[in-house]
């Protein structure tokens, strides 16, 4: 199996470290709201305070392309929302504020759930749901899930490179064979690496009918608490918006 050194541990890892759960706190407020408000009120600046978070997570972690890529497309699209609102109409205006609308509502949960499968390491996860007191068959699939998706990037940037140095790459003139010699070895990665993975899992004893120990160390600290309350303001400001609303 093509293994991966899937997280730092806490006392390597950059940015600002959270518990896990905290995460699952932000990454559920995160898209709920953004999914479920409309930009009206007040929350037409709460919205765009919930997708800098992501941004400065990121950024925390000295992960300054990928922090300035996303901030570039959402500003982007929150511009243009906002033109074809006021400037556009007919068709345009529709096929505009649908790609738009899509991309701001998307993009913030997306990085947030990104950052944290690579800020949080499977023994954190585990410890988290276990304090939770959530079932296996919820934690073993959402464990499998952790490895698989950060483990598919390596398979797939191997392949990549691989092309790469026969020539096979995206705008030549091989693209069916860009096609088939990066999509299919990626299909049967994706195969392969899911089977090794589940047999990863019980091996490590997930399943088992003993309770299993953790090497590492969570709990909630300061910061923890700012983002809880962080989460507890934003939902009482969705509240009273949509009491202000009916």
């Not at 407020?29 to 409309?38: D, K, N, P, Q």
């Not at 006021?86 to 899509?102: N, P, Q």
């Not at 990085?111 to 800020?119: H, P, V």
């Not at 990665?189 to 899911?194: D, E, L």
Request: glycine residues 6%.
């Amino acid at each position: 199996m093509s293994g991966v050194a899937f997280s730092e541990t806490t006392e390597k890892r950059k940015g600002i470290l959270l518990d896990p759960r905290t995460k699952l706190l932000l990454l559920l407020m995160i898209t709920t709201l953004m999914f479920s408000t409309s930009n009206e009120g007040i929350m037409n600046i709460v919205k765009p305070c919930l997708s800098l978070v992501p941004f400065v997570l990121i950024l925390s972690e000295h992960r300054f392309k990928t922090a300035g890529k996303y901030l570039l497309l959402y500003v982007a699209c929150f511009a243009l929302e906002r033109i074809a609102l006021v400037y556009l109409s007919g068709l345009l205006s529709f096929i505009v504020l649908a790609v738009t609308s899509i991309m701001t509502r998307f993009a913030p949960g997306i990085m947030t759930g990104a950052w944290l499968i690579s800020s949080t390491s499977v023994s954190e996860f585990i410890g988290a749901m276990e304090r939770m007191h959530i079932t296996e068959k919820i934690v073993i699939p959402m464990s499998v899930i952790f490895r698989f998706f950060p483990t598919i990037s390596e398979e797939y940037q191997a392949i990549r490179d691989a092309m790469k140095m026969r020539g096979i790459r995206l705008g030549g003139r091989n693209l069916l064979l860009m096609v088939e010699y990066r999509l299919v070895p990626l299909m049967v990665s994706v195969v392969k690496i899911g089977d090794e993975l589940s047999a990863a899992a019980l091996t490590r004893g997930l399943g088992a009918p003993v309770r299993r120990t953790n090497v590492c160390q969570i709990g909630f600290h300061f910061q923890d608490v700012i983002a809880a309350l962080f989460c507890i303001l934003c939902f009482i400001v969705f509240l009273l918006q949509k009491q202000l609303v009916f």
